[in-house]
């Protein structure tokens, strides 16, 4: 089975750009939809953005379109999230997932395998 490992997240100012990273180890990347979800506190785990495996669809979740683009590398066997134009309301953690399933990839609970997740912190 795959694992992932997130890294990227740090503190930055409202208008400032992030990109993610999401490496993956124990299987080949190509065979996964690759998502990423973001957690604040106190809310619930939220659809990020999402790329399928074989015909790369890639979707995004309505909070974040036009300010943030999925990406994968399958011969490095990472998956990429870059984020610009972030605001507060961006910050939480964000996760990487993989599912085998090319459906249903905005549904959290449809990934069995996920990262420990990377804290995203804006300030304005």
């Known amino acids: 089975q795959v694992q992932l490992v997130e890294s990227g997240g740090g503190l930055v100012q409202a208008g400032d750009s992030l990109r993610l990273s999401c490496a993956a180890s124990?299987?080949?990347?190509?065979?996964?939809?690759m998502g990423w979800f973001r957690q604040a506190p106190g809310k619930d785990r939220e659809f990020v953005a999402a790329i399928t495996w074989g015909a790369g669809k890639i979707y995004y979740g309505d909070s974040v379109k036009g300010r943030f683009t999925i990406s994968r590398d399958n011969h490095k066997n990472m998956a990429f999230l870059e984020m610009n134009s972030l605001n507060v309301e961006d910050t939480a953690v964000y996760y990487c997932?993989?599912?085998?399933?090319?459906?249903?990839?905005?549904?959290?609970?449809?990934?069995?395998?996920w990262g420990q997740g990377t804290q995203v912190t804006v300030f304005s």
């Open positions: 124990g299987d080949t990347l190509s065979r996964y939809t």
């Open positions: 997932a993989a599912t085998t399933l090319q459906e249903l990839w905005s549904l959290w609970f449809e990934y069995p395998y």
